[in-house]
């Protein structure tokens, strides 16, 4: 079963306007979260994290929200930029999980100039 | 900066070859983990080590087994290559003791069974 699901395999979105990458879980003990960015042919490189005592968390352009009832976290980027075009991965994890990291499927974000 | 650094980043085997992926960090982390990366599934784990000699099974093990002789590197073995195996290999590397959870990765290895 995928606990951590991204329901969007692509996202387009105009220069300079909100790109909102979105991301559900099911399981009640995932209690951080994280985005990472892949280009291709490289690594997953961190974005930012979210724990579950808080409900947002910024850093730059980025901001990720974090809706505990809902299950649910979604990444905002502005403006966008062409070079956040990437595939953007979810990730989630528990206290009692030992740092595994446990991932979505990815959405490919792209920016049109 | 942590670098995390694996042995090749393109890699062309045969059905049956036995094949060896390396994985080194530099910044003496004690979880090391290697995962697959496949269109429409994501990152999925394959096994993970904690220490020198310790291993534990992923979400899909088999057809794999990993080996950790020293703390800076962990290697990924495919003791007999099948097509379904081709994929990209991602190792990542964090310090241990809970904490943040960002782990590190390499740059992949793109393997191709033929």
């Known amino acids: 079963d995928q606990q951590v699901k991204q329901n969007s395999p692509s996202l387009s979105v105009q220069e300079g306007r909100i790109s909102i990458l979105n991301c559900d879980y099911t399981?009640?003990?995932?209690?951080?979260f994280l985005w990472y960015k892949k280009y291709p042919a490289e690594g997953p490189t961190f974005l930012i994290s979210?724990?579950?005592?808080?409900d947002k968390n910024e850093d730059g352009r980025f901001t990720v929200f974090l809706n505990k009832s809902a299950k649910h976290l979604s990444l905002h980027i502005v403006p966008s930029q062409p070079g956040d075009s990437a595939v953007y991965f979810c990730?989630?994890?528990?206290?009692?999980?030992?740092?595994?990291?446990?991932f979505g499927q990815g959405t490919r974000l792209t920016i049109n100039p | 900066d942590v670098k995390v650094t694996q042995s090749s980043r393109y890699l062309v085997k045969r059905t049956g070859e036995k094949v060896f992926l390396e994985c080194v960090q530099d910044m003496d982390h004690e979880n090391m983990f290697w995962y697959r990366q496949d269109p429409g599934l994501g990152l999925r784990l394959i096994y993970f080590?904690?220490?020198?000699?310790?291993?534990e099974k992923g979400d899909i093990p088999e057809g794999y087994s990993v080996s950790r002789e020293k703390k800076e590197r962990f290697s990924l073995i495919l003791e007999s290559a099948s097509t379904n195996q081709t994929s990209m290999y991602l190792c990542?590397?964090?310090?241990?003791?809970?904490?943040?959870?960002?782990?590190?990765f390499g740059p992949g290895t793109r393997l191709t069974v033929l």
């Open positions: 990542a590397s964090i310090q241990g003791g809970g904490g943040r959870n960002e782990q590190f």
């Open positions: 080590s904690y220490d020198v000699k310790m291993k």
């Open positions: 399981n009640s003990m995932f209690d951080y």
């Open positions: 990730a989630a994890c528990s206290s009692e999980g030992a740092q595994k990291l446990v």
């Open positions: 979210i724990s579950s005592i808080k």
